[in-house]
């Protein structure tokens, strides 16, 4: 029976590449690595890592089975002792979230951080500062690092659709694209026929929905921000969709900070 202590263990291999370098982050030696990869190895019956140069790549299964450490490691994360520890006075929590994000969950967060009940701040900045060197306490974003030591827990899903001009004469030729961390969609993903080419890309919503409204433009916009935008409409009465994950990401060297942990928590709360 696989359980988290076993688990733990192929998340570190898939962080650090190597038995050597993961026994150090879970302070084991390489021959206990190895024996836990072969337990759970012989437990599923299929292969989970494989050697490629010097690096050790997780195989499909592998990839379930880190997924799943990973989700269970941002679970039990936050529910880990010293909950009573004390933010230190006039403490900043730095958060990252992605402007699309932040944008569409803005009044969240605002109504979460009750300056009257709350005693500590908060630096929000939209740049994707560094973890590793707590340029940022906790981040916000579509996508999770795939490499590093870090704790990432999805927190909640954005439905994306087309939007057009709710005054639009006739139905666009050419589309806008919005950045969402790198992610690509096309109109065609929707059934939408366009070029693949978008006539602008640019960031955020509001300049993108302001362009919906002055041009003659299809965008893809999160249907929580734009159906409550004025001037704009979906661009379609069929139901199609794309789910974005969001993610709450933070360093796992600072799980038991408290100011990490308050800045978790006020994410979760916003999200909730």
Known sequence: M?????????????????MLNAGKSLHANVA??????????????????????????ATPIGNELVDLARDIEGRISPMVSQTNQPLPKGAVIKLSISVTIMQTYMKHIVASHDSDKIGYNVDLS??????????????????????G?????????????????????????????IDYDGLQFEPSDFGITMPKVP?????????????????????????KFADHFPGIKRATDADVSKKLEVWIIYHNTRKLDPIVRAGVQLIQESFA
């Open 2 to 18: 696989i359980n988290w202590d076993d688990l733990k263990f192929c998340l570190a291999v898939h962080r650090h590449g190597s």
């Open 32 to 57: 206990t690595v190895s024996r836990r990869l072969e337990r759970i190895t012989k437990d599923i019956g299929q292969t989970i890592f494989i050697r490629n140069g010097q690096e050790w790549q």
């Open 126 to 147: 939209i740049h994707d500062r560094s973890l590793a060197y707590s340029e940022s306490d906790v981040a916000v974003r579509y996508t999770r690092p795939i490499q």
């Open 149 to 177: 030591n870090y704790i990432c827990s999805r927190i909640t899903d954005v439905e994306l659709r087309p939007y057009i001009s709710s005054e639009a004469d006739s139905f666009p030729t050419d589309w806008l694209e």
């Open 199 to 223: 006539k602008v890309k640019m960031e955020g919503l509001n300049l993108a929905a302001q362009s919906l409204i002055h041009g003659n433009f299809l965008a893809l916009m999160p249907a």
